[in-house]
């Protein structure tokens, strides 16, 4: 079963930045659809970006602009570059894997994902 483990998360003023990483131990997922998903306090989980096997972005309109997906050259780790970020933006954050199928094409934000990581809180403060 492949595992995702995120990090990066924590408290940051409004304006600041923070990038989070998902390591995978299964580097196979990354050619399928992966991403980040945040769920707020009281909110319904919701898609931030996603990116796939074809290196295709798809982002959330509220981040778009301010937030970045990408993967390292060894396709092992995700990351989420978070800039300029609001205090609208703060949530548990989640990596997300869907499976090994290569997938060229847009990942749909609302995509049923097979796999979670546990999660990594941002806070952000006005």
């Known amino acids: 079963q492949v595992q995702l483990v995120e990090s990066g998360g924590g408290s940051v003023q409004a304006g600041g930045s923070l990038r989070l990483s998902c390591a995978t131990s299964d580097s196979n997922y990354m050619r399928g659809c992966m991403g980040w998903f945040r769920q707020a306090p009281g909110k319904e989980r919701e898609g931030v970006a996603t990116?796939?096997?074809?290196?295709?972005?798809n982002y959330a309109g509220s981040v778009k602009d301010r937030f970045t997906i990408t993967r390292d050259t060894t396709k092992t780790t995700l990351f989420l570059q978070m800039n300029n970020l609001k205090p609208e933006d703060s949530a548990m954050y989640y990596c997300a894997a869907d499976s090994p199928s290569y997938v060229w094409g847009l990942c749909s934000l609302s995509r049923s994902m097979n796999v979670w990581g546990q999660g990594t809180l941002v806070t952000v403060s006005s």
């Open positions: 990116i796939s096997g074809g290196a295709n972005k």
